[in-house]
């Protein structure tokens, strides 16, 4: 068999509950539901952060965020320059095995030459730089109301900028992966296929909207904003279907962080949060190192070479590039990674999973062994104080992390509070040496 094709999908603000094959009993995503069917789906795949910027670099780079160069620093409006060349991505591993690169959709790792996708391994680039645009206008309008930036259009063609005005940006996306695969056929390749969607504005044709007559308002845009990916999965599986590219095209799929609570998702002259997505029984949303802002949605298929099953192990986004890495015939030994490749678990092998697994926000650091979880300074709204300096949960027992076990297993609480300062250490060492010099005051 010739090297296997890649895709990576990755959705926005999507909810560990927000898809059919995850629970969900109002929405409707047939087309992604059968990837779940056909493929592995995970149950505790996690984010490697709560937020987009370091969540997506995780997965491009299979490092922990700040050791990937960009960190959720949003004190004192604090921005991140983004990916340089001397952090490797997955695009740039492949394209040393001789793989066509390719991304459809959303970047936001950097607006600086180096910092682009045509700079960081990808051949091609159609999509947008920013964290969010208007999906007919293609203008990014975030910031202006306390006036952090005029509106700005963002769309690109490789460095050129090119206009569209009027094309729904979901569908523009799938339109312009299916080209990429199309005129790719004949030979390996990889596309990130990276939706905006649900993330905010709220926009859905009205097509989409009709499918979920029934469904309150807020939560039914964003069942239409799914349901549009929904149909474009489905086209992308189609073309797989019709070039007989299935059986040798690795698919993976996951949301970038849990759901938004974000008020500027529903402009509704109010200040109350925004309950149209769903993080099911976890607590905490986007932000919060709670279950609810790092376990996401995510399956992984490649036809018969992954038989089916359900994966409760609990994984994290970096392992994907040592795992894609493996399966195209590449090393990942070659390269400076936190993820380890869990390939024998997708073959049908014993479940693969970390030690431990660790996450940071912003004053929040995060640890998980086993069954037990310690959040520091875990926040479940952003705006809100600490729920508790110190959190213990056993996640066998207590998914929701209603129940802190701190005090009640100290031993537990101790040797984990350890790791995670020191972990947390060892990336604010890293930073300093390697990458804060790349931070500016916007």
Same mark, same amino acid.
């Given at each position: 068999m010739s090297k296997p094709n890649v895709i990576l999908i990755m959705t926005d603000d999507q909810g560990y509950a927000d898809l059919g094959c995850m629970g969900s009993e109002d929405l409707k995503t047939p087309n992604i539901d059968a990837l779940a069917e056909k493929g592995v789906m995970f149950t505790s795949m996690y984010a490697a952060s709560p937020v987009c910027s370091p969540s997506r670099a995780a997965l491009l780079t299979g490092r922990y965020p700040g050791n990937a160069g960009v960190r959720a620093i =949003?004190?004192?409006? !604090? !921005? *991140?320059s983004g990916l340089t060349p001397a952090v490797p991505t997955l695009a740039t591993a492949l394209k040393k095995l001789g793989y066509a690169t390719g991304i459809s959709g959303k970047w936001h790792l950097g607006l600086k030459p180096e910092c682009r996708p045509n700079a960081n391994g990808f051949d091609e680039f159609s999509g947008f730089l920013a964290?969010? =645009?208007d999906y007919y206008s293609h203008i990014f309008y975030y910031g202006m109301s306390d006036g952090g930036c005029n509106p700005t259009h963002d769309l690109w063609e490789n460095g050129e900028e090119v206009y569209a005005n009027g094309e729904y940006l979901t569908e523009r996306i799938t339109r312009k992966s299916v080209d990429f695969i199309t005129r790719h056929k004949d030979e390996p390749f990889f596309l990130y296929v990276a939706y905006n969607a649900p993330h905010y504005p709220m926009h859905a044709? #009205?097509?989409?909207l009709e499918r979920f007559p029934d469904l309150p308002w807020d939560r039914r845009?964003? *069942?239409a904003m799914l349901s549009a990916v929904d149909d474009g999965v489905g086209e992308i599986t189609a073309t797989l279907e019709k070039l007989g590219l299935s059986e040798n095209t690795i698919i993976y799929y996951q949301s970038d962080n849990g759901p938004s609570r974000e008020s500027r998702n529903w402009l509704d002259g109010t200040e109350d949060f925004y309950y149209g997505s769903s993080?099911?029984? %976890?607590t905490g949303h986007k932000f919060s190192l709670f279950e609810g802002g790092i376990r996401v949605p995510a399956i992984i298929s490649m036809g018969s070479s %992954?038989?089916?099953r359900i994966s409760d192990g609990a994984h994290i986004a970096v392992d994907i590039f040592p795992t894609v890495l493996e399966a195209c015939g590449g090393n990942p030994a070659d390269y400076d990674?936190?993820? #380890?490749?869990? =390939?024998g678990t997708l073959r049908g092998g014993e479940e693969k999973t970390h030690d431990m697994l660790f996450w940071e926000m912003e004053g929040q650091t995060a640890v998980r062994k086993g069954d037990y979880k310690l959040v520091l300074n875990g926040r479940v709204v952003e705006s809100e104080e600490p729920r508790a300096e110190v959190f213990l949960s056993d996640l066998s027992r207590d998914p929701g992390e209603k129940n802190n076990l701190a005090d009640e297993?100290? #031993?537990i609480r101790d040797e984990l509070r350890k790791a995670a300062l020191d972990w947390r250490d060892s990336i604010e060492e890293k930073w300093e040496r390697d990458f804060a010099s790349n931070y500016a005051l916007t």
């Open positions: =949003l004190a004192g409006h !604090r !921005r *991140a964290g969010c =645009l044709p #009205e097509k989409y845009i964003m *069942a993080a099911g029984g %976890f %992954f038989p089916h990674l936190d993820g #380890e490749s869990i =390939l297993l100290p #031993e």
